[in-house]
């Protein structure tokens, strides 16, 4: 079992930038692929950014790319979500996911594990 606990989300300007941290527990760190969720009120949730368990491939959502930036720490059991750039659009609560695999994935669906999320208020 997987425990994973989000933080650093906030309130920022338009423009401003944040940084998300993911602490994860209770497994095998370096063996699951990790992703980057959000939900905004009133919309399903959507991928944003995942990384492999090396830590040597990334992807992005088109919406975020350029401006976010994923990354992992194996020997701390941390992932990371660089957001530079802000826009209002991207105000949702933020979750981080963990899939026992070494191929990234984008679906919430295929997520084992999930945090209990942050939220991140982006304003005009």
């Known amino acids: 079992q997987v425990q994973l606990v989000e933080s650093g989300g906030g309130l920022v300007q338009a423009g401003g930038s944040l940084r998300l941290s993911c602490a994860a527990s209770?497994?095998?760190?370096?063996?699951?692929?990790m992703g980057w969720f959000r939900q905004a009120p009133g919309k399903e949730r959507e991928f944003v950014a995942a990384?492999?368990?090396?830590?040597?491939?990334?992807y992005y959502a088109d919406s975020v790319k350029g401006r976010f930036t994923i990354s992992r720490d194996n020997a701390k059991n941390m992932v990371a979500l660089q957001m530079n750039s802000l826009k209002p659009e991207d105000t949702a609560v933020y979750y981080c996911?963990?899939?026992?695999?070494?191929?990234?994935?984008?679906?919430?669906?295929?997520?084992?594990?999930w945090g209990q999320g942050t939220q991140v208020t982006v304003s005009a």
């Open positions: 996911a963990a899939k026992y695999s070494i191929v990234m994935r984008t679906r919430p669906d295929d997520y084992d594990y």
């Open positions: 990384i492999r368990w090396s830590g040597g491939n990334t």
């Open positions: 209770g497994g095998t760190f370096s063996s699951y692929a």
